[in-house]
């Protein structure tokens, strides 16, 4: 049973913005940087070969961007879902969204499938699901401290 609070709408809204917004951001927007439809599947080569590149724009789209745009996830669902605040189920969320949107952009969109992307989508989720987890730590540390 899912615990109902007076935020709860609020946060489902948030999170039904935020998908809306992730898809449009990954599959309706056009890269610049496609080279076409392709797979990768070598783990860190899409990543070290940005890196390599040296260009700071091309960096921060397609390694931080892909970090932080999944940051929004690992905070938003243990928000919605009460009972489901464990690491491992923020992990596989984010590795099946993100997965679903590498697919989609390999068959409807004729750009790369790539693990790199995965990769640091799922590396987003985590990082906002710690930043979660903290600042529950916090608030609950900060509400007895002063409940004292």
Sequence with gaps: ????????????????????????????????????QSVNLEIFSSIQLMLKSREPEL????????????????????????????FLLTLLLGFVLSLFIETAQYLFAARIFDIDDILLNVTGALIGHVLFSM??????????????
């Design 59 to 86: 960096i921060l789209k397609n390694v931080l961007g892909n970090v932080i745009l999944f940051i929004p996830m690992g905070v938003l669902f243990p928000l919605l879902f009460f009972k489901v605040r464990f």
């Design 135 to 148: 600042v529950r730590f916090f608030k609950n540390k900060v509400f007895i401290f002063f409940s004292k």
């Design 1 to 36: 049973m899912l615990k109902i609070t007076k935020k709860r709408p609020l946060f489902i809204v948030l999170f039904v913005c935020y998908l809306t917004t992730l898809l449009i951001l990954t599959l309706f927007t056009h890269n610049y940087y496609t080279y076409g």
